[in-house]
């Protein structure tokens, strides 16, 4: 069976500091994975999403970046850490485009808190 | 682009009844996937339900049971017999199947909350 890891599930770090967030997949290949930021009692905001290593594709715009070493392995980056980044943040996959399962959802990790100061 | 509204950010029901959870969708596309996702305080990600949009039949799994009007492009999702652990953040999403991978699109969520 698929399971997906994202570590850390807490992180306190300074303003200015830069940030390593991590996540793999276990059980598929070739997955389409996603970095979430979900701010406090708001929604779901698409960060990042991958269709393969080295394809990352950018919905919003900041000081965040994200890349895919591995074909199960994706990584939230910044340089540094703006108080805005804070929030709780979720990796998430999909089965890729070529599968007969088209219309399965996405699967989440159990998310980064993450407390910038 | 793809948008999705869930215009009730807070809803309350008691314990035993039902509580229907709205939510729309703004799309030119005609093959689509839709979703309900489930996020109690432990703040973990869980699929309710899921619909086709080809299928005109709505969407059942247990208590769970979804209202799908395709050409009001509405999918409600009705919870019965509600239980105290159904207590969560609700968010209906919408998938569209592309060529470069599956797009995926939120709405805000619904807090839900289950009052003994």
């Known amino acids: 069976s698929q399971t997906i890891h994202q570590w850390p599930a807490t992180l306190v770090q300074p303003v200015g500091s830069p940030l390593s967030l991590e996540c793999t997949v276990e059980g598929t290949s070739n997955p389409n994975l996603y970095w979430y930021r979900q701010a406090a009692g708001r929604g779901l905001q698409l960060l990042f999403y991958s269709v393969g290593i080295g394809q990352i594709s950018s919905e919003v715009p900041q000081n965040l970046s994200a890349s895919r070493p591995q074909d199960r392995q994706f990584i939230l980056s910044s340089k540094k850490l703006l108080l805005s980044d804070s929030g709780f943040y979720l990796c998430?996959?999909?089965?890729?485009?070529?599968?007969?399962?088209?219309?399965?959802?996405?699967?989440f990790g159990d998310g980064t808190r993450l407390s910038i100061l | 682009a793809q948008t999705v509204t869930q215009s009730q950010p807070e809803m309350s029901v008691q314990e035993a009844e039902t509580v229907t959870l709205s939510c729309t969708y703004d799309?030119?596309?005609?093959?689509?996937?839709l979703f309900w996702y489930k996020q109690p305080p432990s703040r973990q990600m869980i699929l309710v339900i899921r619909?086709?949009?080809?299928?005109?039949q709505n969407a059942t799994e247990n208590r769970f049971s979804v209202n799908f009007q395709k050409a009001a492009k509405s999918f409600s999702l009705k919870i019965s017999d509600s239980q105290l652990g159904d207590t969560a953040m609700y968010f209906c999403a919408f998938m569209k199947p592309t060529n470069t991978g599956n797009q995926f699109y939120f709405g805000t969520g619904t807090s839900l909350t289950v009052i003994p």
């Open positions: 619909q086709e949009a080809y299928k005109q």
């Open positions: 799309t030119s596309e005609n093959n689509y996937y």
């Open positions: 998430a996959w999909s089965p890729p485009r070529d599968r007969s399962v088209i219309d399965q959802p996405q699967h």
